[in-house]
């Protein structure tokens, strides 16, 4: 069974850093990785999706990297703003002939203090 | 305005009493999920839809039900809800295909007395 496990659960910088979030799992044959962040009372919004023959994906300050065969992947924010502040969350897709599974970690909370 | 719209947002019920939560889009998606949210466990699918008439379960389908009769509407059926489905219940959708991002809805959250 899929496990997904983000380090640390909680995180707090000053404005201006830059920062990495980390990301891991524990079954490799996965179709896709994708970051997200949630608000507090909003759903989540997708950040970046990388498919599983990618390394990389990069969405202005955002960069997200995969390495599919550690079962790891890194969230990059450059120059952290106040308005990044959001839990962020990772999750794993994997498609089998039984169906397809997405599979969340239980994210990172980011405080970016002005 | 592209948007999942679930409805209500917020219930507070009680045990045993059928209850219905809708989820709509307007991207003319063909994928649909139900996940809910809980501390310590985290997001976990419920149940998915790949089509109209075509739904599959996810990993904690039990205790709820689902229909999908037309392409914009998934709604969420617990037929007899219990306490321990107390949660926060996300619907979200995506294009064709497992490789496209997914957009959720801003949750509904379920009391169950």
């Known amino acids: 069974k899929q496990e997904v496990t983000q380090i640390p659960a909680a995180l707090s910088v000053p404005e201006g850093e830059n920062l990495v979030l980390n990301c891991s799992f524990t079954?490799?044959?996965?179709?896709?990785l994708q970051w997200f962040r949630q608000d507090p009372g909003k759903g989540l919004t997708s950040l970046l999706l990388?498919?599983?023959?990618?390394r990389e994906q990069t969405s202005g300050r955002l960069n997200a990297s995969l390495d599919k065969s550690s079962g790891r992947s890194t969230l990059y924010i450059a120059a952290s703003q106040p308005g990044d502040s959001a839990t962020y969350l990772c999750?794993?897709?994997?498609?089998?002939?039984?169906?397809?599974?997405?599979?969340f970690g239980e994210g990172t909370q980011l405080t970016v203090n002005p | 305005e592209a948007q999942v719209t679930q409805n209500p947002r917020y219930l507070i019920t009680v045990t045993g009493k059928k209850l219905t939560v809708t989820c709509s889009q307007n991207?003319?998606?063909?994928?649909m999920s139900w996940y809910r949210q809980d501390p310590g466990l985290g997001l976990r699918q419920i149940y998915y839809?790949?089509?109209?008439?075509?739904?599959d379960k996810g990993d904690v389908p039990e205790g709820y039900k689902v229909s999908r009769k037309e392409k914009r509407n998934f709604p969420l059926i617990l037929e007899s809800p219990s306490p321990n489905q107390t949660s926060l219940y996300f619907c979200?959708?995506?294009?064709?295909?497992?490789?496209?991002?997914?957009?959720f809805g801003d949750g509904t959250r379920l009391s169950i007395l």
């Open positions: 999750a794993v897709r994997k498609v089998e002939t039984s169906g397809s599974r997405l599979t």
């Open positions: 839809s790949m089509n109209v008439e075509v739904t």
């Open positions: 079954d490799s044959a996965i179709y896709n």
């Open positions: 991207m003319n998606h063909e994928y």
């Open positions: 990388i498919q599983s023959s990618q």
């Open positions: 979200a959708s995506s294009s064709t295909g497992w490789n496209q991002p997914q957009h």
